[in-house]
């Protein structure tokens, strides 16, 4: 399997690159590996957030899967390092950032949040955060009171994050409840492997995976009812920008993959035991990449049919060589402890 995934992460890694040195490729690259970037960073991060609270379990939920959670979290720095090209492009991903914090026409207090200066500072600011969290949950047992800290801490920086790298791809646009719905949806990605994999001790996290599922959907359906209901016609140009083709589609097929694999497992908890539940979880992890496609593509329209194949080698390359990390620290981490 890492041999599989090492060359079809290389393949996929090399078609890319060369598709994105192409003439028209030169324009879309940097939203493609964006979106592959925050999904499989999503799934990092999902790991970290169920290390910390198994570290306030104090061991009490879930100790038989402490190794694959732990190898999952520590796959955490490939994303942030395949972040760093991103940089190189932040005024055409960002089109609302002021190149410094001098901002005419906005209160002085505002200024340096909507800076680059201030977000480059922001998210090395969380990045940092990010690893020490991670750093301390792996190699050690955080005292119950840190580990409460700790996620409260990641929580609230996940959001501010997926404010300034997702709501900030449409300037002018806000919405209280869609971060919290691009956590979910990147977060849930990270025990949806797990489960995927079969990992030990992670046969209870199928009822969590179908509830986050549906809390997902609902989140996104309480948006969208909050926008239409108050009859906010600023807040709408977010949904114009993925009512043409082929995003309608995109949506539907990622919603019903969700919403069937959620209430199929848990209407009938048979299906989150054995190979079953490899099946459920894979109609989650199919439904949260397509769901976070929507969430964050249409924000560069209008784009071509080389934008999405360049999005989907993206994410197969960075997400091989993420699996064969994931693979390999969870090998090893259980080979230390005699699992």
């Given at each position: 399997m890492r041999?599989?995934l090492?060359?079809?992460?290389?393949a996929a890694?090399?078609?890319?690159?060369?598709?994105?040195?192409?003439?028209?490729?030169?324009?879309?690259w940097?939203?493609a590996w964006?979106?592959a970037?925050l999904?499989w960073?999503g799934?990092?991060?999902?790991g970290?957030?169920?290390?910390?609270?198994?570290?306030?379990?104090?061991g009490g939920?879930?100790?038989?899967?402490?190794a694959?959670?732990?190898?999952?979290t520590?796959?955490?720095?490939?994303?942030?390092?395949?972040?760093?090209?991103?940089?190189?492009?932040l005024?055409a991903?960002?089109?609302g950032?002021?190149?410094?914090p001098?901002?005419?026409g906005l209160?002085?207090?505002?200024?340096p949040?909507?800076?680059?200066p201030?977000?480059l500072?922001?998210t090395?600011v969380?990045?940092?955060?990010?690893?020490v969290l991670?750093?301390?949950?792996i190699?050690?047992r955080?005292p119950r009171?840190?580990?409460?800290?700790?996620?409260?801490?990641?929580s609230?920086?996940?959001v501010?994050f997926?404010?300034?790298?997702?709501?900030?791809l449409?300037p002018?646009?806000?919405a209280?409840i869609?971060?919290?719905?691009?956590?979910?949806?990147?977060g849930?990605s990270?025990p949806?492997?797990?489960?995927?994999?079969g990992?030990?001790?992670?046969?209870?996290?199928?009822p969590?995976?179908?509830?986050g599922a549906l809390?997902l959907?609902?989140?996104l359906f309480?948006?969208?009812?909050?926008i239409?209901?108050?009859?906010?016609?600023?807040q709408?140009?977010?949904y114009l920008?993925?009512?043409?083709a082929?995003?309608p589609?995109?949506?539907?097929t990622?919603?019903?993959l969700?919403g069937t694999?959620?209430?199929?497992?848990?209407?009938?908890p048979?299906?989150l035991?054995?190979?079953a539940?490899r099946?459920?979880?894979?109609?989650?992890?199919?439904g949260e990449?397509?769901v976070?496609v929507?969430?964050?593509l249409?924000?560069f329209?209008?784009?071509?049919?080389?934008?999405?194949?360049?999005t989907?080698l993206?994410?197969?390359?960075?997400g091989g060589l993420w699996?064969?990390?994931?693979?390999?620290?969870d090998?090893l981490?259980s080979?230390?402890?005699?699992v």
């Amino acid at each position: 399997m890492r041999v599989l995934l090492l060359i079809v992460g290389l393949a996929a890694g090399v078609a890319f690159v060369l598709l994105a040195a192409a003439e028209g490729g030169r324009a879309f690259w940097y939203q493609a590996w964006l979106v592959a970037v925050l999904f499989w960073l999503g799934t990092a991060l999902g790991g970290l957030m169920l290390l910390l609270t198994q570290q306030i379990a104090m061991g009490g939920w879930g100790p038989d899967a402490a190794a694959p959670v732990a190898a999952l979290t520590g796959t955490l720095p490939l994303p942030l390092l395949a972040f760093v090209p991103l940089g190189f492009a932040l005024s055409a991903l960002l089109p609302g950032l002021s190149p410094g914090p001098d901002v005419a026409g906005l209160a002085a207090e505002r200024a340096p949040w909507i800076s680059m200066p201030g977000l480059l500072a922001r998210t090395g600011v969380i990045f940092v955060l990010w690893l020490v969290l991670a750093s301390a949950g792996i190699w050690g047992r955080l005292p119950r009171p840190a580990a409460v800290l700790g996620l409260l801490l990641g929580s609230v920086s996940l959001v501010l994050f997926y404010v300034d790298w997702v709501l900030g791809l449409t300037p002018g646009w806000s919405a209280a409840i869609f971060p919290f719905a691009i956590a979910v949806a990147l977060g849930l990605s990270g025990p949806t492997v797990l489960v995927l994999r079969g990992s030990a001790g992670t046969h209870g996290l199928g009822p969590w995976l179908c509830g986050g599922a549906l809390f997902l959907l609902y989140l996104l359906f309480v948006q969208y009812l909050v926008i239409w209901s108050g009859n906010l016609p600023d807040q709408v140009t977010w949904y114009l920008a993925r009512q043409g083709a082929p995003w309608p589609d995109i949506a539907i097929t990622g919603f019903c993959l969700l919403g069937t694999a959620a209430v199929s497992g848990l209407v009938w908890p048979r299906l989150l035991a054995g190979a079953a539940a490899r099946l459920v979880a894979l109609a989650l992890l199919l439904g949260e990449i397509l769901v976070a496609v929507w969430m964050i593509l249409p924000a560069f329209a209008p784009l071509t049919p080389l934008a999405y194949g360049l999005t989907a080698l993206a994410l197969v390359s960075l997400g091989g060589l993420w699996g064969l990390l994931y693979l390999s620290l969870d090998g090893l981490r259980s080979a230390r402890e005699g699992v």
